[in-house]
């Protein structure tokens, strides 16, 4: 700290400007002839950074003799990396660094390399397993001669791995099949074949051979380049010994380093062979056969899938409840809340009314609508019934499908569910949609006037709009407003003494047409709509298996969703395995998710009484908890004990799934109807908006 001050004292002494504020200085900085400011300018331009580099490539860029080519991509570039990840006095501002949202980009591509390896490191054990299978287990001399034609050669002290090879060996030797060839470069013995023999021959300009071989006819024919044998001898030590180094092969076979190394990069040129780091933590290169690469592949996975305890459904749906912040000890707090809950809960469809009334405020302590507000007047968040159905008639705008999507999927989400829509339109409503394609985004109050309607009728008609899924307002005001009951919007509310102001659509902002404009955008190919569309239901569950897809109106088939799910678990970034019983299929989890689900399985159970809206997400009644369904009605709610249903409210009555005396179902029925609302709604509970 003694330093930062004498420094910014010397800084202030000879470069004023340099502390002083952009506000305070009146046309070009200057820059102080002095010593140090000019060593320092120097060592920022040539030495940190590559000015003339830069001036250079601004001057191509100019004159078009380089090509440049925009990408959107998933994580930042390494120039924006820099900036997101720089420090706050890189910046003129005092914002915090969650303002510029710096936190938001992933950017794991760029992680500590030691990090790294251990993404889709292959374990030790599934190594030695398959090289033990790989290598023969002669029985008798008829398997020894095939196990020294397959591998090429055996040396010394392979031979001796098992006891009665020597004796097979010698009575091959008796029959002229095999031989002990000793090389002159270095005296090393290997055992061979006779077939391998015209090979060893091309390969060695001198050798010793005992005993002596009489080659067939046959053999004695052949005729090898040296290259080409070489290979072939590689080849064959490589099907039964796995991962491997060169500099072994060179030693154990006595042929020198380089020409082990040119046939290996001719079998990679093949694609027989991989190379890489497998069993050590050395720079050395180790070389491996692809078919026993991949099936070391399929044992690291099957370890790793067999490392997690499969849990009971009342413990996953436990674990829901912490992962998804139902619980209320995982309940978060604040604006910020918001949008964790959004992301995680993106793509799910829900009745209008069940958003602010039922599944936020589950989620979020002291929920203030005005939070969902900004968060989609400020270009996070859209909201919108994306899922186009045929529809005939008005429906009811409470009970319609809405999704709260990021505005930055917005396109995702109308090219996922677009589709033609044959709505019968009321006369007011088709004069709504007219005026929105011919002016674009109008507030209500141009909707009435200009189309001739009366609020009242306009107010209705887009209401009608909303239901069909055709338009949508930019704040989520708009929605709220048709939700309350006319008479309710006209006398207004009274809170504490104070009149609360009524939700109105004048602050619903603009209404603009919702699916206008998919044809013009960008198309997202199907392989992105569906990797996509798999992280976002794995975000949401932080485990994935068949019956949760298909209980989700955004999912593809299960065929589809598995297959990217399968390439994520061999990129190491999911785990594939057995994580829920009762549950038949393959399951996909996040890492951090297998985390707290070990957790949860070690907490005792305290009989925690969690109550949910059945049109909440977690509504999984006869999916993964026994019994029949709940349907998704506002007015349904089911009771959990430690993860298990113990009572419904369903279609106005109570039913009770679990044994308990009369004090015990009383604690239950309260605990059953009790919600968090929000207390800016709290006024309108029970009259359509909550």
């Keep these: 700290q003694l330093q930062r001050m004498n420094a910014q004292d010397l800084?202030?002494?000879?470069?004023?400007?340099?502390?002083?504020?952009?506000?305070?200085?009146?046309?070009?900085?200057?820059?102080?002839?002095?010593?140090?400011?000019?060593?320092?300018?120097?060592?920022?331009?040539?030495?940190?950074?590559?000015?003339?580099?830069?001036?250079?490539?601004?001057?191509?860029?100019?004159?078009k003799s380089v090509q440049l080519v925009a990408k959107d991509l998933r994580e930042p570039s390494p120039l924006s990396e820099e900036i997101l990840n720089a420090r706050p006095y890189s910046f003129l501002d005092d914002a915090p660094l969650e303002e510029r949202r710096s936190r938001a980009v992933a950017n794991r591509r760029f992680i500590d390399p030691s990090n790294a390896s251990e993404l889709g490191k292959l374990d030790i054990a599934a190594i030695r397993a398959v090289q033990s299978e790989a290598w023969p287990d002669a029985e008798n001399k008829d398997e020894l001669h095939d196990a020294l034609v397959l591998l090429g050669f055996m040396s010394e002290t392979e031979m001796s791995t098992h006891p009665n090879w020597k004796t097979f060996f010698n009575d091959l030797t008796t029959n002229g099949r095999a031989s002990v060839l000793v090389t002159e470069r270095n005296g090393i013995p290997l055992y061979i074949a006779i077939e391998r023999l015209p090979q060893w021959k091309s390969i060695l300009n001198s050798f010793e051979l005992t005993p002596q071989l009489h080659l067939p006819d046959l053999l004695a024919q052949q005729s090898w380049a040296r290259e080409k044998a070489l290979v072939e001898l590689v080849r064959g030590r490589l099907e039964g010994l796995g991962p491997v180094t060169a500099k072994t092969i060179s030693t154990s076979s006595g042929i020198e380093l380089s020409a082990v190394e040119a046939a290996l990069f001719a079998l990679e040129n093949e694609g027989f062979v991989f190379r890489g780091q497998f069993t050590s933590e050395t720079a050395e290169t180790e070389w491996c056969e692809r078919r026993l690469l991949a099936r070391i592949h399929r044992y690291t996975l099957d370890k790793l899938r067999k490392e997690i305890e499969p849990v009971s459904t009342a413990d996953f749906m436990r674990f829901l409840f912490s992962w998804q912040h139902l619980d209320p000890s995982e309940k978060l707090e604040g604006p910020e809340a918001l949008q964790v809950v959004l992301q995680q809960l993106e793509g799910f469809e829900a009745p209008a009314a069940a958003w602010e009334s039922d599944i936020l405020t589950a989620r979020i302590a002291d929920y203030d609508h005005h939070w969902l507000d900004m968060s989609c007047l400020s270009g996070k968040t859209s909201w919108g019934?994306?899922?186009?159905?045929?529809?005939?008639?008005?429906?009811?705008?409470?009970?319609?499908?809405?999704?709260?999507?990021?505005?930055?999927?917005?396109?995702?989400?109308?090219?996922?569910?677009?589709?033609?829509?044959?709505?019968?339109?009321?006369?007011?409503?088709?004069?709504?949609?007219e005026f929105l394609k011919q002016r674009g985004a109008s507030f209500f109050q141009d909707l009435a006037e200009k189309t001739g309607l009366l609020k009242s009728q306009a107010e209705d008609?887009?209401?009608?709009?909303?239901?069909?899924?055709?338009?949508?307002s930019d704040s989520f005001a708009g929605l709220r407003a048709l939700l309350v009951p006319a008479k309710y919007k006209l006398a207004g509310t009274a809170t504490r003494g104070r009149k609360q102001a009524p939700f109105t659509m004048d602050q619903a902002g603009r209404w603009t047409l919702l699916h206008e404009s998919v044809n013009t955008e960008k198309r997202i190919s199907d392989a992105e709509i569906l990797e996509m569309t798999a992280r976002i239901l794995l975000k949401r569950y932080g485990v994935m298996f068949r019956k949760l897809a298909d209980r989700e109106s955004v999912a593809p088939p299960w065929r589809e969703l598995v297959r990217v799910y399968r390439?994520?678990?061999?990129?190491?970034?999911?785990?594939?395995?057995?994580?829920?019983?009762?549950?038949?299929?393959?399951?996909?989890?996040?890492?951090?998710?297998?985390?707290?689900?070990?957790?949860?399985?070690?907490?005792?159970?305290?009989g925690k009484l969690i109550s949910i809206s059945a049109a909440d997400p977690l509504n999984l009644q006869g999916i993964l908890t026994p019994g029949k369904r709940v349907s998704a009605f506002l007015g349904n709610r089911i009771l959990f004990r430690d993860g298990e249903p113990v009572a419904i409210h369903e279609s106005g009555e109570n039913i009770f799934l679990s044994n308990a005396d009369d004090s015990e179902k009383w604690k239950?029925?309260?605990?059953?109807?009790?919600?968090?609302i929000s207390p800016q709604l709290r006024p309108y509970l029970g009259k359509g908006i909550a």
């Design 461 to 472: 008609a887009v209401g009608e709009l909303v239901a069909a899924g055709l338009i949508v």
């Design 11 to 63: 800084v202030a002494l000879i470069f004023p400007d340099q502390l002083a504020c952009l506000e305070n200085i009146a046309g070009d900085r200057e820059i102080p002839d002095h010593p140090l400011v000019r060593q320092t300018i120097s060592d920022c331009l040539f030495e940190a950074m590559a000015v003339d580099e830069l001036e250079s490539l601004l001057k191509k860029i100019e004159d």
């Design 567 to 606: 390439k994520l678990e061999a990129r190491g970034e999911i785990r594939g395995g057995r994580f829920v019983e009762g549950v038949w299929g393959e399951q996909f989890a996040l890492p951090e998710a297998l985390t707290k689900l070990r957790s949860i399985r070690k907490e005792e159970k305290s």
């Design 385 to 433: 019934r994306f899922r186009i159905k045929n529809t005939s008639g008005k429906s009811p705008v409470k009970s319609t499908p809405i999704m709260l999507v990021q505005r930055t999927n917005v396109s995702f989400w109308k090219q996922l569910h677009i589709s033609d829509n044959d709505t019968n339109l009321s006369l007011p409503a088709s004069q709504i949609i």
């Design 668 to 676: 239950w029925q309260n605990a059953m109807i009790r919600r968090s």
